[in-house]
């Protein structure tokens, strides 16, 4: 119990300080693999002195403890790692079992003094052991079997030990958080929320350093207040200039508010500080897709396959094999989701969202159906919810709005909590034509996520704009008004699906510019989706684009007298065939094919 538990308690309390940068629990294991040791190998000094020389560290620390009759001795050690000096040594002793934690506080505050750090921000930045982690040791241990498994196996190996040092101290702040980011990687966002929502409650039972961690946490991933997540996280990095964490998160919160240049550099400064953080060069990568700059995105994946063989990183070749029309590479990248029962799933979602761009509809609905019953099988109903309802928002996109409906419906039944699984039913139903549903779901996210930036500020706008755009209502105008606010927001990273973005109120814009007869500013919105394939990858929205700048040039064509009418129409005519071309084997019986076929003929 001892070895475990306070390993775990004397990184805490070594974390706390500014001045120390103490080698993760995944980096250790990364380097003993580069060792060809097992990554569960006890780390004797031997073993502790090569490692920290390969890892490019200054020194180890080494811990011991041992009984004397009813008390216990604690000793720590600080050896250069290059000389094999000793540097420092403190040695204290605890009263009984129960004291053992804060006499192991006292010593590490110690020996951070003997290391060169002041007095002043030891003082600062030195809360007691037991309220930084938990008085009980048995939940310490279970917390740091979890780090344990998490890094050799996995969220999913981790989340039980996670879980039951939850059960053991309900009030183990770290313990919480460890579990939402658990349920978080595994895509189980609302299940993540509730635990990230807990450890926000008892922060105040944590070191400043996760305190501030904490905070950041909730505010990115339950309140969605995005400006004060980046506030929390940059007065982290101000007061801990080396915590790569937070440079990490900060980026990934700039690609949020689709801030992409601002979350490359956040990025780039957590790789300079923790060059090994392979799963960060996946976030890079994104980056460098939603800037367009895919030559930049291949060679970060290329230099980094060695290391990466995650969801993410395969997520990010297909993207890219999408992009450049390489089928091979697509299909090479299926088999590797097939060959795992946890990411089936998001390949067969990945192929569903290809076939159905090209048209192939009736292929589209049956992959659909086999990565929700995937999802389902490995206990993601909320993944598989988010597979339904991008199945309704085409369906509905696509002319077919009784399939919308249903398909919207039967996602909800399967999540009915999950904000990813509300905001998108809420746009299938108001595109489907189902206003009295869209419209309540609507006030429903308003109330339950007052705060939410994304929600404010990009999925309420594209609900309400697509309500007023219904048939009974046709009101542009109020469309217009409600979406006119364009943003780098509305570029946004949304962290539910498989792409980046399907850009929807980007795409609700452009209709609403149609539907009011302006030909010209809706040209210059579905030119945006076509400018961000990055970002929006094999969406829906990247091929209706296709059609949306045919029609806005054949609406342009319609009003204009004379010669300058004939340069729309010329433009018009090369986009629907250009449309046309990318569905020349589609589903024939699809409203909107058919719809375009008509028009392409009465404009030739």
Same mark, same amino acid.
Request: with cysteine.
């Given at each position: 119990?001892?070895?475990?538990?306070?390993?775990?308690a004397? $990184?805490?309390?070594?974390?706390?300080?500014?001045?120390?940068?103490?080698?993760s629990?995944?980096? *250790?294991?990364?380097?003993?693999?580069?060792?060809?040791?097992?990554a569960?190998t006890?780390l004797?000094?031997?073993?502790?002195?090569?490692?920290?020389?390969?890892?490019?560290?200054?020194?180890?620390?080494?811990g011991?403890?041992?009984?004397?009759?009813t008390?216990y001795?604690?000793?720590?050690?600080?050896?250069?790692?290059?000389?094999?000096?000793?540097?420092?040594?403190?040695?204290?002793?605890? !009263?009984?079992?129960?004291?053992? #934690?804060?006499?192991?506080?006292?010593?590490? $505050?110690?020996?951070?003094?003997?290391?060169?750090?002041?007095?002043?921000?030891?003082?600062?930045?030195? *809360?007691?052991?037991?309220?930084?982690?938990?008085?009980?040791?048995?939940?310490?241990?279970?917390?740091?079997?979890?780090?344990k498994?998490?890094?050799?196996?996995?969220?999913?190996?981790?989340?039980?030990?996670?879980?039951?040092?939850?059960?053991?101290?309900?009030?183990?702040?770290?313990?919480?958080?460890?579990?939402?980011?658990?349920?978080?990687n595994?895509?189980?966002?609302?299940?993540?929320?509730?635990? +990230? !929502?807990?450890?926000?409650?008892?922060?105040d039972?944590?070191?400043?350093?996760?305190?501030?961690?904490?905070?950041?946490?909730? +505010?990115l991933?339950?309140t969605?207040?995005?400006?004060?997540?980046?506030?929390?996280?940059?007065?982290?990095?101000?007061?801990? =200039?080396?915590? $790569?964490?937070?440079?990490g998160?900060?980026?990934?919160?700039?690609?949020?508010?689709?801030q992409?240049?601002?979350?490359?550099?956040?990025?780039?400064r957590?790789?300079?500080?923790?060059?090994?953080?392979?799963?960060? +060069?996946?976030?890079?990568?994104d980056?460098?897709?939603?800037?367009?700059?895919?030559?930049?995105?291949?060679?970060i994946?290329r230099?980094?396959?060695?290391?990466?063989?995650?969801?993410?990183?395969h997520?990010? #070749?297909?993207?890219?094999?999408f992009?450049?029309?390489?089928?091979?590479?697509?299909?090479?990248?299926?088999?590797?989701?097939?060959?795992?029962?946890?990411?089936e799933?998001y390949g067969?979602?990945?192929?569903?969202?290809?076939?159905?761009?090209?048209?192939?509809?009736?292929?589209?609905?049956?992959?659909?159906?086999?990565?929700?019953?995937?999802?389902?099988?490995?206990?993601?109903?909320?993944? !598989?919810?988010?597979?339904?309802?991008?199945?309704?928002?085409r369906?509905?996109a696509?002319?077919?709005?009784?399939?919308?409906?249903?398909?919207?419906a039967?996602?909800?039944?399967?999540?009915?909590?999950s904000?990813?699984?509300e905001?998108?039913?809420?746009?299938?139903?108001?595109m489907?034509?189902?206003?009295?549903?869209?419209?309540s779901?609507a006030?429903?996210?308003?109330?339950?996520? =007052?705060?939410?930036?994304?929600?404010q500020?990009?999925?309420? =706008?594209a609900?309400?704009?697509q309500?007023?755009l219904?048939?009974d209502?046709?009101?542009?105008?109020?469309?217009?008004?409600?979406?006119?606010?364009?943003s780098?927001?509305?570029?946004?990273?949304?962290?539910?699906?498989?792409?980046?973005?399907?850009?929807?109120?980007?795409?609700?814009?452009?209709?609403?510019?149609?539907?009011?007869?302006?030909?010209?500013?809706?040209?210059?919105?579905?030119?945006?989706?076509?400018?961000?394939? !990055?970002?929006?990858?094999?969406?829906?929205t990247?091929?209706?684009?296709?059609?949306?700048?045919?029609?806005?040039?054949?609406?342009?064509?319609s009003?204009?007298?004379?010669?300058?009418?004939?340069?729309?129409r *010329?433009?018009?005519?090369?986009?629907?065939?250009?449309?046309?071309s990318?569905?020349?084997?589609?589903d024939?019986d699809i409203?909107? #094919?058919k719809?375009?076929?008509?028009?392409?003929?009465?404009?030739?």
């Amino acid at each position: 119990m001892f070895d475990d538990a306070l390993k775990t308690a004397l $990184s805490v309390s070594l974390r706390q300080s500014p001045f120390l940068n103490t080698l993760s629990d995944s980096e *250790v294991t990364k380097t003993l693999k580069l060792m060809t040791l097992p990554a569960d190998t006890k780390l004797t000094s031997e073993i502790a002195r090569e490692l920290c020389q390969r890892a490019g560290s200054k020194a180890y620390i080494a811990g011991a403890i041992g009984s004397l009759g009813t008390e216990y001795v604690l000793g720590l050690t600080a050896v250069n790692c290059q000389s094999g000096d000793l540097l420092a040594q403190e040695q204290v002793t605890a !009263g009984s079992k129960e004291k053992v #934690l804060d006499a192991l506080g006292k010593a590490a $505050s110690k020996l951070r003094t003997e290391l060169g750090e002041s007095l002043a921000t030891v003082q600062k930045f030195d *809360v007691p052991l037991q309220q930084a982690t938990t008085p009980s040791l048995e939940a310490l241990r279970a917390m740091s079997l979890g780090r344990k498994e998490g890094n050799e196996k996995g969220d999913a190996a981790a989340l039980p030990y996670h879980q039951r040092a939850v059960e053991l101290d309900p009030n183990f702040a770290m313990a919480y958080t460890a579990v939402g980011a658990d349920y978080s990687n595994l895509g189980q966002l609302e299940r993540a929320n509730e635990y +990230y !929502g807990k450890a926000f409650q008892l922060r105040d039972h944590a070191s400043e350093r996760e305190r501030l961690a904490i905070t950041a946490d909730f +505010y990115l991933n339950v309140t969605g207040e995005l400006d004060k997540a980046a506030q929390t996280y940059q007065e982290e990095i101000e007061s801990y =200039p080396r915590s $790569s964490v937070a440079y990490g998160n900060l980026g990934v919160v700039f690609a949020l508010q689709g801030q992409y240049e601002k979350a490359v550099q956040a990025t780039r400064r957590l790789l300079v500080l923790a060059p090994d953080q392979s799963s960060s +060069y996946v976030n890079l990568a994104d980056y460098a897709l939603a800037l367009q700059r895919f030559d930049d995105a291949r060679q970060i994946i290329r230099d980094q396959a060695p290391k990466l063989d995650d969801f993410a990183f395969h997520d990010a #070749l297909y993207a890219l094999a999408f992009l450049g029309g390489d089928s091979a590479a697509m299909d090479e990248q299926q088999q590797w989701f097939a060959s795992k029962p946890d990411t089936e799933n998001y390949g067969l979602a990945l192929a569903s969202d290809s076939e159905a761009y090209t048209g192939h509809l009736r292929k589209a609905r049956e992959l659909t159906k086999r990565a929700v019953d995937s999802a389902i099988r490995v206990d993601s109903k909320e993944t !598989g919810a988010i597979f339904q309802d991008n199945a309704a928002l085409r369906e509905a996109a696509y002319g077919n709005s009784a399939e919308a409906r249903q398909l919207a419906a039967q996602a909800l039944k399967l999540a009915p909590a999950s904000q990813g699984v509300e905001s998108e039913a809420a746009l299938a139903f108001a595109m489907a034509g189902e206003m009295a549903r869209a419209d309540s779901l609507a006030r429903e996210l308003g109330k339950r996520f =007052p705060l939410d930036t994304q929600m404010q500020s990009l999925w309420l =706008p594209a609900i309400r704009a697509q309500l007023a755009l219904d048939r009974d209502r046709k009101d542009p105008a109020v469309a217009l008004n409600i979406t006119q606010a364009a943003s780098p927001l509305e570029f946004g990273q949304i962290v539910f699906v498989s792409n980046l973005s399907c850009l929807y109120p980007v795409y609700v814009r452009g209709e609403a510019y149609l539907a009011a007869g302006q030909g010209n500013a809706a040209t210059a919105e579905f030119q945006k989706i076509l400018d961000h394939g !990055g970002i929006v990858w094999n969406c829906w929205t990247g091929a209706l684009a296709r059609l949306g700048l045919a029609r806005a040039d054949a609406l342009e064509a319609s009003t204009s007298q004379g010669v300058d009418a004939n340069t729309p129409r *010329v433009r018009a005519l090369a986009a629907y065939k250009d449309f046309l071309s990318l569905w020349k084997d589609a589903d024939p019986d699809i409203p909107i #094919l058919k719809e375009a076929k008509s028009e392409y003929a009465k404009l030739q």
